[in-house]
């Protein structure tokens, strides 16, 4: 079978695919979950900072268990929202406001979120500062990370961040049982872009990628395995050591070749997380072709679904019109 | 017509979550598709579990929805009595929820038309008064034919009802601004005798003044040969209008919805 050859360096796939990538909007059915490659938006405690923080840690609110991958995200995403509107050390401004206030605010942002939503209009945030947030704007970190909490708790909504260039926020349906793992893979999964970029590269070929194919297809976005990047950091060490601890990626060497090769395969957590459906949407999102361009690998994907939901009958309900969502 | 707050600790789970999504998704439903919501979340999320009694559903969720300042409100249709619910905020100012929907000038076309409607004595203002007002209005400037479709855009999202070129206040539109309207108009807002609450359309006593909504006037009166005015006695004048029966209305099918020109039904 030819596909199975075929490398994942499409010739077209040009450099702004990190970019590109981000412009799905939130209906996109979420396959992937529209993080991009940016960690801003994930959600991993050991991921490497943004960078400094200009605004200045007025309140410390509490974390969540539950929702730390989230909140932690949103924060580094509001760090530099706030962080735009640069405020010198010199100029504190206004005392903190009561933590009444902030709760307040949280709360009108929770509504103004979900009646943006309702009326399916984009969620901005320089318009939540605007509308909202207001003379607040300083504490924009904790009354967002409040708001999420919420959102999550009340109403099962996370409330992402979609689009780090622009900006856009969107609300996350989370409780769909069919998207549950899914959601799981958002919260808790690492460089989610990058990480797939290498699953599906691994699918493709039907075998494990050596560590010289899967630097091809990194080049193509930019990363080296010598070059510090600005968000992944050593991105070698990433793949070869993190990703591989948390069982995301084995890394092997391959027998019988000299000098010594490497190779990647799936890791046990990635078989469990992932679905191969899920690959094939990513693949077809980066590549803006349909899945069934991969004819067997879409095939292989079919079946793995259909035995998924033959394995979990429960989950699977019919529904009905009024539930439209 | 108020949820009753209870005290009991009331736990979210996945049923009470989508349920909240869904309500917040359609904006206002009548019971029967309320009924019909809380079936599928407990299809998707918990099919073994026994379906709550639905007015315990609610309250159970607004428990937790009231520290939050928001909750699902039950309110009744004034023209024909159909209870209807919406998730409804209570904190914020009025016209909050419009506010994304709609430019400075259309909200206070909404405001201007809203002054007609308290102000008059049938709770209906004429198109043509409202119209006439288009020069007051602030922000950009708007043309009597722009506010005509404005208008139109505020009966497609259920916040005006027009009735023969006459508009009037919606159910949802009540139901989510009861607290400003009696705060914004505190001397011409006007009571129902019987429920004690909001009163936009109704009848009234030609003696006394008193007033009541239709479907509290088909309530009280049911079965009385001689309806007599509750407050001075007199021989009340009025058509008594049926009660509501959410069962006759399912078996006369989708027909009843054409009878007046409210595109509330279609969601």
Known sequence: MSEQSKDLSDPNFAGEAPNSEMHDSPGVPVGVPP???????????????????????????PQSPSDEGDPKALQQAAEQGC????????????????????????????????????????????????????????????ILRRTSLILARVFGLHLRLTNLR?????????????????????????????????LSLI????????????????????????KKHSTFGDVRKLITEEFVQQNYLKYQRVPYVEPPEYEFFWGSRASREITKMQIMEFLARVFKKDPQAWPSRYREALEEARALREANPGAYCPRSSVSED | MHSSTRKAAAIMTDVHRRFLQLLMTHGVLEEWEIKRLQKHCYKVHDCNATVEKLE???????????????????????????????????????????????????????????DLIMDSETGFASSTNILNLVDQLKGKKMRK???????????????LIEKEGEFTLHGRAILEMEQYIR????????????????????????????????????????????PRCPHC?????????????????REAGISKSNRRSLRSRQH
């Open chain 1, 35 to 61: 993080t991009a490659f940016p960690a801003a938006t994930l959600a991993e405690p050991q991921s490497p900072p943004l960078g400094p923080t200009a605004a200045p840690q007025a309140v410390p609110p």
């Open chain 1, 83 to 142: 962080a735009l509107r640069s405020l010198s050390p010199a100029q504190l401004g206004p005392a903190p406001p009561a933590p009444a206030q902030l709760v307040q605010k949280a709360h009108e942002l929770m509504w103004y979120v979900l009646v943006k939503d309702q009326k399916k209009m984009i969620i901005w945030f320089p318009d939540m500062v605007k509308d909202v947030i207001g003379t607040y704007k300083k504490w924009c970190r904790s």
């Open chain 1, 166 to 198: 622009t900006m856009e926020f969107a609300l996350v349906k989370a409780l769909d049982p069919e998207e549950l793992d899914r959601v799981a893979l958002s919260n808790r999964m690492p460089m989610t872009g990058l990480l797939l970029m290498i």
């Open chain 1, 203 to 226: 699918y493709v070929k039907g075998r494990g990628a050596r560590e010289s194919a899967v630097w091809n297809v990194l080049r193509i976005l930019g990363l080296r395995p010598w």
């Open chain 2, 56 to 114: 315990d559903f609610i309250n159970n969720i607004n428990s937790v929805l009231e520290s939050l300042y928001i909750e699902i409100k039950k309110g009744v249709t004034e023209d024909d009595g159909r209870p209807i619910y919406a998730l409804v905020n209570l904190a914020t100012t009025p016209i909050s929820k419009m506010a994304t929907d709609f430019a400075e000038n259309e909200l206070d076309l909404f405001r201007k038309a809203l």
């Open chain 2, 145 to 159: 034919k722009e506010a005509e479709q404005v208008l139109q855009k505020f009966a497609q999202n259920k916040w």
């Open chain 2, 183 to 226: 705060e914004t108009y505190p001397d011409s807002v006007k009571i129902c005798n019987i429920c004690h609450s909001l009163l936009i359309q109704g009848q009234s006593c030609e003696t006394c003044g008193i007033r009541m909504h239709l479907p509290c006037v088909a309530k009280y009166f049911k079965s009385n040969s001689e």
């Open chain 2, 233 to 249: 006695n007199d021989y009340w004048p009025h058509e008594i209008p049926e009660v509501f029966d959410p069962e006759k209305e």
